[in-house]
C-alpha cells in the first residue's frame, strides 16, 4: 500500500532547484524519510535524474553513526559530487542526530560546528539542491531558519490524514472514521491488521521512541515518570482548557507528587518541539485579542493519544475536535480555540458575564471562518447550545458545525452550515463553499 502524500509532493515539486534548502519536519515515524527517499525520489528519476545525482545519508541508521560528526558529514557529501557539470539532489535524513563538535582549527574551547555549517557550505555549491529532515521543532524550524533567514523553506509533514486513509479503504466510510479516531494517522498502523499489533507498535514508539529521544536530546535522568505522566495527563484532557499551574495541581492532587508550574511548561515545550502535541491558543472574538491563559493542547495523532491511555478512553467528542484542529492546521489554516462573552442575569436577576467558546477560530490570510464540533444536534435544545456561541459573533465570517451524524450539508435560518465530520475531512471545499 503506496500513500501517495501528494500535498507534500507539490510542495517539493514547487520548491525544486529554487536555491533555498528544503527543510522537512514532522513527528518521527509520520512519513517524511518515505516521502523524501522513496516518492519524491522516483519522482526525480522520472523526469530524467540519475541514481548517481542523488545523494542521500539516513542519520538515524546506525551503518551511518559516523556521519552524525559535521565533518564526516561534509566528507561524506562532497565525495559524492563527483561532477561539477551535473546537479546533485542531496537528503539528510533526520538532520538533528548530528552533534556539534569543538573547531579543531581556532583557539576558542567554546566554538563549535554543526550541521549548520554543513549545509551552509553545501548551498554555496552551485550544482547542489539540499533537503534535510528532522523531528524537533526548535532545532529545525528555530535554529535552521533563524540562520538562513530568507534561504529555507520548511514543509510541515503531518501523520496521515482521514481523507488519506480512506482513499485506500475498503468499507464503510463510517467504520473508516471508527478506525481513525482510533488508530489515528502513523502510516505503518495501516500496514497491520489486528488492534494487538497495532495498539504494541503505537506504545512501542512511545518508550522506544519518543520519550527516549527527549531524555536523551534534553539529558534528563531523574524526572522520566514525570514526563510519563504529564503525557497521560495531556490525553485526558485533550480539548479541555488548560495551563501549567492547573497541572501542576493534578499532579500534586492525584499523584501527589510536587512538580513546579514551571518545571511542566518547560516539559510541555519539549513534546511541542518534538511535534508530539499542538498548542491552540484562546482568542476573545469581540474583544480582538489573545487571552495568554489558559490553553488547550491536542496529540498531534489520535491513535499515539490513545496508547498512551491503553485505549481505555475513547470519547468520540473530544477525538473528534483534536483531528479537525489536526486537519485543519494541516490544511495551513491558523486555528485558535475562541471564546465570546455574553451578557445575561442570574436567578436573582443580576447582571453576570458568561463565555461562550467557539471550538475553531480558522484564519488564512484573509480568509476566516468559525468551527463548532458537535456529535449530534438533533436535539433543539442540544443545537441552541452548540449554536449559542456563533450566534453572537458580530461579524459575517462563515460559521460552520461539524456533526458526527450523517447529515447532507445545509444552513439554518441564521446562515450557519452544518455538515457531517467524514465529508468535512474528505472535502476540503466544504469550508469555504
Not at 98 to 106: A, F, G, I, L
Not at 251 to 264: G, M, Q, W, Y
Not at 399 to 421: A, F, H, L, S, T
Amino acid at each position: 500500500m503506496q500513500y501517495e502524500r501528494r500535498q507534500y509532493m507539490n510542495q517539493l515539486i514547487r520548491r525544486r532547484d529554487n536555491g533555498r534548502i528544503k527543510i522537512i519536519t514532522g513527528l518521527r515515524r509520520s512519513g517524511k524519510s518515505y516521502l523524501l527517499f522513496t516518492l519524491y525520489r522516483q519522482y526525480l528519476l522520472d523526469t530524467g535524474i540519475g541514481e548517481d545525482q542523488i545523494v542521500g545519508l539516513a542519520l538515524d541508521e546506525i551503518d551511518n553513526a559516523k556521519y552524525r560528526n559535521p565533518f564526516e558529514l561534509n566528507k561524506a557529501v562532497r565525495e559524492r559530487m563527483t561532477d561539477k557539470n551535473k546537479r546533485y539532489y542531496v537528503f539528510i535524513d533526520e538532520i538533528q542526530f548530528v552533534t556539534e563538535v569543538p573547531n579543531p582549527y581556532v583557539s576558542d574551547p567554546d566554538a563549535k560546528l554543526t550541521f549548520i555549517d554543513v549545509i551552509l557550505g553545501l548551498m554555496k555549491m552551485p550544482n547542489a539542491d539540499i533537503y534535510v529532515t528532522g523531528s524537533n521543532s526548535k532545532m529545525l524550524s528555530s535554529d535552521i531558519l533563524t540562520q538562513f533567514r530568507d534561504r529555507g523553506d520548511e514543509i510541515r509533514v503531518y501523520p496521515l490524514s482521514f481523507a488519506e486513509v480512506y482513499e485506500h479503504w475498503q468499507g464503510e466510510k463510517r467504520e473508516a472514521w471508527r478506525d481513525y479516531y482510533t488508530y489515528g494517522g502513523m502510516p505503518l498502523v495501516w500496514t497491520l491488521k489486528t488492534h494487538e499489533e497495532r495498539s504494541s507498535y503505537l506504545r512501542d514508539l512511545f518508550s522506544r521512541t519518543y520519550i527516549r529521544d527527549v531524555l536523551e536530546r534534553r539529558q534528563i535522568k531523574n524526572d522520566a515518570e514525570i514526563l510519563e505522566i504529564l503525557l497521560n495527563v495531556l490525553a485526558s484532557d485533550i480539548g479541555s482548557l488548560t495551563n501549567p499551574s492547573r497541572l501542576s495541581n493534578t499532579f500534586a492532587s492525584e499523584r501527589h507528587l510536587r512538580v513546579a508550574p514551571d518545571t511542566i511548561n518547560t516539559y510541555i515545550g519539549y513534546f511541542l518541539e518534538a511535534f508530539l502535541i499542538q498548542k491552540a491558543e484562546r482568542y476573545d472574538v469581540k474583544g480582538r485579542n489573545y487571552i495568554k491563559t489558559p490553553v488547550k493542547y491536542y496529540y498531534t495523532d489520535p491513535g499515539l493519544r490513545n496508547a498512551r491511555l491503553g485505549f481505555r478512553q475513547l470519547e468520540e467528542t473530544h477525538l473528534m475536535e483534536n483531528i479537525l484542529f489536526n486537519d485543519l492546521i494541516r490544511r495551513g489554516y491558523d486555528v485558535d480555540v475562541g471564546v465570546v462573552e455574553q451578557n445575561t442575569r442570574d436567578a436573582d436577576g443580576k447582571k453576570i458575564r458568561k463565555q461562550l467558546e467557539v471550538d475553531f477560530v480558522v484564519n488564512r490570510g484573509e480568509e476566516r471562518c468559525y468551527i463548532q464540533s458537535a456529535l449530534s444536534i438533533e436535539d433543539p435544545d442540544k443545537r441552541k447550545q452548540e449554536t449559542a456561541s456563533l450566534v453572537r459573533i458580530p461579524d459575517s465570517f462563515r460559521k460552520i458545525v461539524v456533526v458526527r451524524d450523517y447529515i447532507k450539508p445545509w444552513r439554518d435560518e441564521q446562515g450557519i452550515r452544518y455538515v457531517g465530520v467524514e465529508d468535512f475531512l474528505l472535502d476540503e471545499a466544504l469550508i469555504s463553499g
